[in-house]
């Protein structure tokens, strides 16, 4: 294969990469422009490690990714890198299964590619709600807490008192911001800031602790948003790990002036 067939072959795989890569870790898609640019410096990359083999050419996916998506936090870049691997290993994975059964070479890269920008495409038109929001951030007596975070169109729970949409919460993870929500559960003693919320679901009626979280940070697209909540602590039944936001909380305060949040940065 020539050189410049080369590069323009590597430039493809690395721009399915990046777009699968990008979609899976919940970024936006990032301009033409920037997408092109990074991919062509990955079909150059790939070139310079056939002629002049050394692991500096191994930061190449790093450059690429911030050349794409520009300069965000420590774990967004890695959740990034993670998963530009995960689509290139798909990709290698893809071409080693059509190569027995293409007939030929040609056939087999383009087979590879189309089922990459086929599944970043399906990932893109599937409407999931919550699929964009990733975590959240609570502070509660200067103690900061992030979770996961999922929308829950179920979770219709209001404060009757501030008329404030509420967000349920493990116990176990908020026990680590107040370490005396379990002598609720277990003695009926309330820490100090909380009182009880009613909430009734299928399986019957209970009664939550409830606090209004000093800040409340949604994480969704990379982005975050400021809102005003209330937090009601699930018992120790529930055994999920992620946060049930509320439909509507993303877009049920629009128009006010949260408190800003000095939260992590994906």
């Not at 509420?166 to 820490?191: F, H, K, N, S």
Request: hydrophobic share 50%; with cysteine.
């Amino acid at each position: 294969m020539q050189g410049e067939a080369f590069i323009i072959v590597n430039s493809c795989f690395c721009l399915c990469a990046l777009l699968l890569g990008g979609k899976m870790a919940g970024v936006s898609t990032p301009s033409p422009l920037r997408l092109l640019t990074a991919s062509l410096l990955g079909g150059f990359c790939s070139l310079g490690f056939c002629l002049f083999p050394s692991p500096l050419w191994l930061m190449a996916p790093s450059a690429q990714l911030r050349l794409c998506y520009g300069r965000g936090g420590v774990k967004k870049h890695l959740r990034m890198l993670a998963m530009a691997a995960a689509s290139l290993a798909l990709s290698a994975g893809t071409a080693a299964l059509f190569i027995r059964f293409s007939p030929g070479v040609p056939w087999t890269l383009l087979l590879s590619l189309g089922t990459q920008l086929l599944l970043w495409l399906l990932i893109r038109l599937t409407p999931l709600q919550g699929e964009n929001l990733r975590q959240l951030e609570l502070c509660w007596k200067n103690k900061n807490l992030v979770l996961p975070a999922m929308l829950d169109s179920g979770n219709l729970l209001r404060d009757p008192v501030t008329g404030l949409r509420v967000i349920v919460a493990p116990l176990g993870a908020a026990a680590r911001m107040e370490p005396r929500l379990i002598l609720w559960y277990q003695r009926q003693q309330l820490p100090e800031g909380f009182r009880l919320l009613k909430v009734r679901t299928a399986a019957g009626g209970c009664l939550m602790p409830l606090f209004r979280p000093e800040k409340c940070c949604l994480y969704a697209d990379g982005k975050k948003t400021s809102v005003r909540v209330m937090v009601a602590v699930a018992g120790p039944d529930y055994s999920g790990f992620q946060a049930l936001v509320p439909s509507g909380v993303l877009t049920g305060f629009a128009g006010e002036a949260p408190p800003d949040c000095a939260g992590i940065p994906l």
